[in-house]
């Protein structure tokens, strides 16, 4: 299916320019005009007219598309994003609950063809070379809990790994010297490399990174059966829960306890069952919030002292190698 996207491609052009085309809202150069219809004609692309409608009010706002407003982060965020809209008269645009690459696209290019400029996206489903394309084509679009290298500075990753760093330490500090890593196949290929240049706390304990396969219950099994294994960390939101009632039966069975901590809690009635990790929340919402309003300048001041707040100068260190922080 052709998208908006494909078309400024061709078009050497930005999503927001064949927005304005498509819409005819803003005026834009005769030259872009011609690149934008003749590649609309090449490619047989079909705006998206209920978007089109959507656009009548010219103050757009920024935009959320989240996997939930459940998730702290995202509450957090939220709250602010909401509160700063109000303040100058514009809407915010709220949407959550992508459950496969095709309605990541959808909501997006919705949002793209609405004219949205400032755009806070979760993305759990899309291809990595599609979704740097939106980042290259949208710059004002910033892309949380997924790391794209090429496009780095719009990129809001630190949670994943900081979490980790936190979760070790305090693993490490309560006795644990055999702790396993479960993670899914994209946040695997973003830690994995990284882990053998880091010392402390890494270093004091055997850390074992398990990708965890599609179904996780063999995964389980084997960690669960493990005599050395005495913690578990899973950094999967989407599995975290059902790992743990794996992990719940199978050392009852074998009598014997593992400490687990999960990215999430997503039992029944939102009943806290398990420790889970710590995300820098309020620090990470004001790089969101100050990104989104193209507050570039004082963004990383801000940053940066409330990581000072959070972190001891060795974990300062150890987030800065990773660039969370420089």
Request: one cysteine or more; aromatic letters at 6%.
């Amino acid at each position: 299916m052709t998208t908006i996207v494909d078309v400024a491609n061709k078009a050497g052009v930005s999503v927001a320019t064949v927005s304005r085309i498509i819409n005819k809202n803003t005026p834009v150069s005769e030259a872009k005009v011609a690149k934008v219809m003749a590649a609309i004609k090449a490619l047989n692309f079909v705006p998206n007219y209920h978007a089109q409608n959507l656009t009548v009010n010219p103050q757009t706002g920024p935009g959320m598309i989240v996997q939930s407003i459940q998730d702290p982060l995202s509450a957090s965020l939220l709250k602010d994003l909401s509160a700063r809209a109000s303040s100058l008269s514009q809407p915010l645009h709220l949407a959550s609950g992508a459950h496969s690459e095709a309605q990541e696209i959808h909501l997006l290019e919705n949002y793209l063809a609405l004219g949205v400029q400032a755009l806070y996206f979760e993305s759990q489903h899309m291809d990595e070379q599609r979704l740097a394309e939106f980042m290259r084509l949208h710059p004002r679009l910033l892309v949380a809990k997924r790391y794209v290298s090429q496009f780095a500075s719009q990129c809001l990753h630190l949670d994943l790994i900081a979490s980790l760093w936190l979760a070790i330490t305090s693993l490490v500090e309560r006795g644990h010297s055999h702790i396993t890593v479960c993670c899914d196949a994209q946040q695997y290929q973003e830690i994995s490399p990284q882990l053998v240049n880091i010392d402390s706390p890494f270093s004091q304990a055997t850390l074992t990174v398990n990708c965890l396969p599609h179904d996780p219950s063999d995964c389980i099994s084997s960690v669960v059966g493990s005599d050395k294994c005495s913690a578990l960390v899973c950094l999967s939101p989407r599995l975290s829960w059902p790992i743990w009632q794996q992990v719940q039966q199978q050392t009852e069975q074998l009598n014997r306890q593992i400490e687990f901590i999960g990215a999430s809690n997503n039992a029944p009635g939102g009943k806290l069952s398990y420790s889970t990790l710590f995300y820098p929340v309020e620090a990470m919402a004001r790089q969101a919030l100050a990104f989104l309003f193209a507050e570039q300048a004082e963004v990383r001041g801000a940053f940066v002292a409330q990581l000072e707040a959070c972190y001891s100068e060795n974990e300062l260190l150890y987030v800065s190698r990773l660039g969370a922080a420089g």
